[in-house]
């Protein structure tokens, strides 16, 4: 299976921009790229996906490489209730899988 | 909309017995739901698909035989663990997704709030 992978954990400041990046280089073309953050003991939540183009929703935006080989998910103002694990994942096959995730902290 | 409620939360059971999770979409239709497993600190592995009105579609390495999937309506799938023991203790997730008549990958995954199941 093509990975996806990302940095173990990231910090930001209270209504700042968040940046998170994923590396997804050996997806294939009709891959859809899905992301979704887990709080502790919760199931997973939908954040945004998208395919080759830039997506913006209201929780967040997704920028996809020209290449499609990464994609950074954009949360324009972190809040405290953004801290969660936050996974990069890729549909394809009928099926999602999901990558290691990110730990996200957001300091006051 | 699109809530995915999962049953029981948490179950406490010996080793040897039988746990069965309930997964129903409340308020759309999914043909198809997904069954994972995560364990402490680790990310989510999918653990089989399930089809309504077929058989569910195992993953590599995945024991079908002690995890009994029956998907018998379109709003309710079922997770059989079959004579649990310690090392099955873990969080189980499902998901669905609703029949939009768009190729499944566009489609957003709705999960459930997951079980926690420990063997003693």
Same mark, same amino acid.
């Given at each position: 299976d093509a990975k996806t992978t990302q940095p173990n954990s990231m910090e930001s400041n209270e209504e700042e921009p968040v940046h998170l990046p994923c590396n997804h280089s050996? !997806? %294939?073309? /009709?891959?859809?790229i899905h992301w979704y953050r887990q709080l502790p003991s919760q199931g997973p939540e939908y954040v945004i996906h998208g395919l080759t183009s830039n997506v913006n929703n209201r929780m *967040?935006?997704? *920028? !996809? *490489? +020209?290449?499609? @080989?990464?994609s950074t998910l954009i949360l324009h103002r972190a809040t405290l209730r953004d801290a969660a694990v936050y996974y990069c994942s890729r549909y394809?096959?009928?099926k999602l899988v999901f990558g290691a995730g990110t730990i996200l902290r957001v300091k006051s | 909309g699109a809530v995915v409620s999962q049953h029981p939360s948490w179950v406490i059971c010996k080793s040897g017995t039988s746990v069965k999770i309930e997964c129903r979409s409340l308020d759309f239709q999914a043909t198809t739901m997904f069954w994972y497993r995560?364990?402490? @600190?680790q990310?989510?592995?999918?653990? #089989? /698909?399930?089809? +309504? &009105?077929? @058989? #569910? /579609?195992? +993953?590599? &390495?995945? +024991? @079908?035989d002690k995890f009994l999937i029956n998907h018998a309506s379109l709003t309710l799938s079922t997770l059989t663990v /079959? %004579? *649990?023991h310690p090392e099955d203790s873990s969080f189980y997730i499902c998901s669905a997704s609703r029949i939009l008549g768009l190729p499944l990958a566009k489609n957003i995954q709705y999960f459930g709030a997951g079980t926690r199941l420990s063997v003693l």
């Open positions: 050996t !997806i %294939s073309g /009709t891959d859809y *967040a935006s997704l *920028a !996809i *490489a +020209e290449d499609r @080989k990464s394809g096959g009928n | 995560q364990f402490p @600190k990310s989510l592995m999918l653990m #089989a /698909t399930s089809n +309504e &009105g077929s @058989k #569910a /579609t195992y +993953e590599q &390495g995945v +024991e @079908k /079959t %004579s *649990a």
